[in-house]
């Protein structure tokens, strides 16, 4: 009975929360294709126009600035901000932020030189090899967990992707050397740049990005109501439609909300 009372109220706060309008901020790194920002400082990419259309959808006057990664982190830990774009489901984000439905799919991949054609089928494939990859981030994380045990691997870290991505291509990490990296983000820097011989070696760590409300600011109803207009997206196709032009793929409807939301 508490726990139907307890819904009850929730779906009542979502329904509050969503008819007044809400000025919010949403802070975020560039993170093509996700995140983009143009040169004249116009914010646009997948994850951006799905949250305009959550925004407006729940009358939310929505601004996104971007910045680097510690500081938008540090914003939300702080509170400063109401919102991160973009975030992974991991302990320390949910430590800080109430974590949308997963949103859109990705994962972690390997990039190497196009002329080199040693294979990778485990990480024991990586000794003696040379990863690059950029941080401090959960890029960075992974990567070092995907190495960790395997004898011989210098793990190289980087400022940003981009950096990552031109120096890998120029040759600059060895023959043999590899790129760990968001498979999306290498994609678009790829094309974005013209960046010549790479490919992609293997794919290796699926994931999906959320959006962040931060908990020092969150409402009652906030994310019980960005929840339910996301999962009404996802039904009607909008996530679909808002994602495709990126090249991005949407994520699965009907995910539990109970563990990020709590």
Sequence with gaps: MRKILWLALSLVLAQAYADGEKKMVFVSQPFPPFVIEGADGRVSGALVDILHEVCRRLS????????????????????SADGMLLAQNVPERRAVMALSRPVVASGYALYGLADNAQ????PADLSGRTLAVYGP???QTNCERLAQGVPGVTVVVERDSETVMRKLSAGRYG???????????????IQAERLPGLRLVAQVVPLTYHFGLSRKR???????????TLQAMCADHSLQR???????TPAECGKDASKRLS
Excluded: T
């Excluded at 808002?242 to 991005?248: H, K």
């Design 60 to 79: 939310w006057r929505c601004d996104m600035q971007m910045m680097v990664w510690k500081r938008a982190l540090l914003m939300m830990e702080q509170g």
């Design 242 to 248: 808002l994602a495709a032009p990126y090249g991005v």
């Design 119 to 122: 294979p990778y089928h485990g």
């Design 175 to 189: 023959r043999n050397a590899l790129a760990f990296s968001n498979q999306d983000v290498a994609r678009a820097i």
């Design 137 to 139: 981030s959960l890029s």
């Design 218 to 228: 969150l409402q009652p109803g906030m994310a019980e109501a960005m929840e339910k």
